[in-house]
């Protein structure tokens, strides 16, 4: 059974940073590529950032680019995505997937695997 945890999302102020986790059990990250995604209440959600399988290459939406790192440690199996200098529009939901066959990483539908979310709220 596959499972994808996410965890790290915290009450924090303005200008904090936070890093989130996305540990996998039953997959072995690396063979997939990993997205985050984010959410807000009556909001689709939408593509934060993504790494690929095997090569580690990294891809990001334009409003986190300079703000929000994703990494990936293979010795423990898991998928971080760091988060510096939070403003309250960061606010949301956030969600970590997995797909083995991605062709567009901003696409929803191309990930199998989803978690269940961490929930990061940032405050003025």
């Known amino acids: 059974q596959v499972q994808l945890i996410e965890s790290g999302g915290e009450f924090v102020q303005t200008g904090s940073s936070l890093t989130l986790s996305c540990a996998a059990s039953g997959i072995t990250l690396s063979n997939y590529g990993v997205g985050w995604f984010r959410q807000v209440p009556g909001k689709a959600r939408e593509f934060v950032a993504a790494i690929k399988q095997n090569s580690g290459s990294k891809y990001y939406s334009g409003p986190w680019r300079r703000r929000f790192a994703i990494s990936r440690d293979d010795a423990v199996n898991t998928v971080f995505l760091q988060m510096n200098n939070l403003e309250p529009l960061d606010s949301a939901v956030y969600y970590c997937?997995?797909?083995?066959?991605?062709?567009?990483?901003?696409?929803?539908?191309?990930?199998?695997?989803w978690g269940q979310g961490t929930e990061v709220t940032v405050s003025s």
């Open positions: 997937a997995a797909g083995a066959q991605i062709t567009g990483f901003g696409l929803e539908k191309e990930y199998e695997y």
